[in-house]
């Protein structure tokens, strides 16, 4: 609840009476008032409730790589709160090249947030620049500015990179925000500018503002990576232009729409308080609002009267969460009128390492201790990973660590030159960049007329709170349109089967497959085989992208020898270290049972008398399932050991994992080819479906030996999750292992 000072004066004569009225008007008056903040604030909440925010930090191990090298990195996922994501268990890695193909792709598994990975870079990959971005399922359902994206160079030297464009006026901009959002006929504004050239980045070039007659009635210069604010007051009457010369090029762009009502907002810092100012020249405008919010919570909740055209807060900066946040203004009717970004400092973790020798000589043992405080300095626990490359004029030490992007490059719009500049540097001049940065790069996750509307957004992609969701449509054979109801079953068959069976909702169907890992043929079918229906899966990675503004990769003649040194590396480990670099294991947690459990009765095959027929087995030895021909068509009761009879209906029959809906088609099986057969006594509930127990049959290299698959089937080769691979870190632990 805000509570607002109002003196009023009063110059005529009134009775008590009058003086109770007039009194209970004001409260009931700034009660409503401070209502209208409420409601703003509960609706926010709800929505970012509703709105999950996950984001991803990729540590690679360097930037710089040679084909035939391998990417390592560790996935970190978070929530909102910069915290470790209990949500999603599967993170999407690509590398993109420019045309925002993917060369190169992996699904790694997450585990409490956190899951390493491995990619390994081939010779058909082109020397250039690349983009390598991460993101969770749940992440697809923002836009793809939200993913992680980083920059990597790749160096082939059998093939040259493309050649260099030239830069053109076309890459040029000079791009003018004003604080607030708006400009406002005959209201001062500060207005920031970014001047880019070539890929986005900040060129240190003046420009200016001229109005009908040519004057200039503005100067500015950037301070920082082509950034900069200024000071200016639109004229009714005047039209304007930016005007600037770079390389030669005289330029000229269109300022922003000017209003000719509106509202203008203004931040300014006194150190532990800040005012936020409004002005505005629409009369009907009695009392704002704002709402400032920090990573999805509300910090501040106020009202304020204007007068004379202003209003004036007076925030008490303690209140506001670190990092970024975003301070909005509000009529009374619920209307955003103004915004902009605030940046408050982080306490950072505090890292030290100690036992670094500079003395070190190759094959030297290196013992690093590394210890973790808060900012009070006690100790405290974090997950953490560690990069050792070469530093030189190839490879430069990345601007790009989890501290800055979790902060601020993952909070605001585009790529952020430098960001490491604005963590490093936290004096005034460095708080003045930073604020610049917020106002020319300020945006936000959300749409204020979708949080206000107090209803429960919808979402097309499921966060993979278990494992890997692959997703498809249902669609009738005789055309493309999604079917509703209909049952589709998955199989990933094998010695470790993954099966799985959904009913399509709008034609989309959602296959729940767990942890599966590795490349595998994955198998998917309409209920019962029917070739009326067809099943297509989705592209499990992002088609989502962005305008990537990548450099051009330069090379010069100088740099021949730091690229000889890691080639010859390179094809090194590749040929002596083959067999290691390429040892993938499983996870030790790597859960092998079926998904209906542990089988009621195992019959292995080899432990009886061989009969050439399937039927004969069945009828012979397995005594939990009743076998009945019935004009020429086979069908299975299997026995209800809780109920002592037989159910009624056809069992789920499985052969390595892959549904059978004809039984003929089993009895046809050379009985030679099967290792075993499991059956399940009980009912079992997988989804939407009820099966009267099953009888699973398995072959012994778990590849369907001997069947044939119905004509309705769709085989795919299938990359499940990355095979976790071992890194090889050799030992030299004797003389002649080091010399």
């Not at 203008?264 to 919010?293: P, R, Y």
């Not at 007076?314 to 975003?326: A, M, R, V």
Request: charged content about 25%; proline content about 4%.
């Amino acid at each position: 609840m805000v509570k607002e000072k109002i003196e009023i004066v009063l110059k005529v004569k009134i009775c008590r009476i009058g003086v109770v009225f007039i009194t209970c008007f004001l409260f009931a008056y700034i009660a409503s008032s401070q209502d209208v903040s409420l409601e703003i604030k509960n609706s926010f909440e709800k929505y970012t409730a509703y709105s999950y925010q996950e984001k991803v930090f990729l540590h690679v191990n360097k930037t710089v790589y040679l084909t035939g090298e391998m990417i390592w990195f560790k996935c970190y996922v978070t929530n909102g709160s910069n915290s470790l994501s209990q949500l999603s268990k599967i993170c999407y890695v690509e590398v993109l090249g420019n045309d925002k193909r993917s060369v190169l792709q992996a699904k790694v598994s997450i585990d409490s947030g956190t899951g390493n990975g491995s990619i390994v870079i081939p010779a058909s990959v082109r020397t250039g620049n690349y983009q390598i971005r991460a993101y969770t399922n749940w992440m697809k359902n923002f836009e793809s500015s939200f993913y992680f994206h980083q920059q990597i160079s790749i160096v082939n030297p059998a093939k040259k990179p493309e050649a260099a464009k030239r830069d053109s006026a076309s890459v040029y901009s000079v791009q003018l925000f004003p604080e607030g959002g708006n400009l406002v006929y005959g209201l001062q504004s500060k207005v920031a500018f970014k001047i880019a050239g070539a890929f986005g980045k900040g060129i240190a070039v003046p420009a200016a503002i001229t109005d009908n007659n040519n004057d200039t009635v503005a100067k500015f210069a950037p301070r920082k990576f082509g950034m900069g604010t200024f000071e200016f007051t639109p004229i009714k009457g005047q039209r304007y232009k930016i005007v600037a010369k770079i390389d030669g090029n005289n330029l000229v762009y269109d300022l922003p729409k000017i209003y000719d009502n509106g509202c203008v907002m203004q931040l300014k810092d006194d150190g532990t308080e800040m005012h936020v100012v409004v002005k505005t020249n629409i009369e009907s405008i009695n009392q704002v609002f704002l709402i400032a919010q920090t990573r999805g919570s509300v910090k501040i909740a106020k009202m304020q009267f204007v007068k004379d055209g202003i209003a004036d807060f007076l925030i008490n900066k303690s209140l506001l969460g670190e990092g970024i946040s975003q301070l909005t203004i509000f009529n009374d009717a619920k209307q955003p009128l103004c915004e902009r970004l605030y940046f408050k400092r982080p306490s950072q973790l505090k890292i030290s390492v100690a036992n670094i020798s500079v003395d070190v000589t190759k094959r030297k043992k290196i013992d690093l201790h590394i210890s973790t405080r808060d900012p009070a300095g006690k100790a405290i626990n974090a997950q953490g990973s560690v990069s050792v490359f070469l530093i030189d004029s190839l490879q430069r030490e990345p601007s790009l660590n989890i501290l800055n992007y979790l902060w601020l490059s993952s909070e605001i719009k585009g790529n952020v030159e430098s960001p490491e500049y604005y963590f490093t540097n936290t004096g005034a001049e460095a708080n003045i960049d930073l604020d610049n940065l917020m106002l020319t790069q300020g945006w936000r996750r959300f749409k204020w007329e979708e949080v206000l509307k107090n209803t429960k957004p919808s979402f097309t992609f499921l966060p993979e709170k278990e494992g890997h969701i692959i997703t498809g449509k249902i669609l009738a054979t005789s055309s493309a349109v999604p079917d509703t109801g209909v049952s589709g079953y998955l199989a990933v068959p094998g010695n470790n089967f993954k099966f799985t069976t959904v009913k399509s909702s709008g034609g989309i169907v959602n296959f729940n497959v767990g942890k599966f890992y590795g490349s595998h043929e994955i198998i998917t079918q309409p209920a019962a085989g029917d070739s009326s229906f067809r099943i297509a899966l989705d592209n499990p990675f992002s088609e989502k992208h962005e305008d990537l503004n990548i450099d051009q990769l330069d090379i010069g003649k100088e740099l021949k020898e730091e690229i000889l040194i890691r080639s010859i590396g390179a094809q090194s480990e590749n040929i002596y270290l083959e067999g290691i670099s390429n040892n993938y294991t499983l996870p030790e947690a790597f859960d092998t049972t079926a998904f209906f459990g542990f089988p009621s009765k195992t019959y292995y095959l080899d432990n009886y008398t061989r009969f050439r027929g399937m039927e004969e087995v069945m009828r012979e030895y397995v005594k939990e399932v009743h076998v009945r021909n019935r004009q020429n068509t086979f069908h299975f009761e299997v026995y209800n050991e809780l109920a002592k009879l037989y159910f009624n209906e056809d069992p789920l029959v499985l052969i390595d994992g892959v549904p059978v809906f004809n039984f003929n088609k089993i009895m046809e099986i050379d009985p030679l080819n099967i290792e075993k057969i499991d059956v399940v006594t009980t009912r079992v509930f997988l989804g939407s479906k009820i099966f009267d127990g099953i009888v699973s049959y398995s072959t012994y290299d778990g590849d369907l030996k001997g069947y044939e698959l119905s004509p309705a089937s769709l085989i795919v080769e299938y990359d499940g999750l990355q095979l976790e691979r071992e890194f090889y870190s050799p030992k030299y632990d004797t003389e002649d292992r080091a010399a």
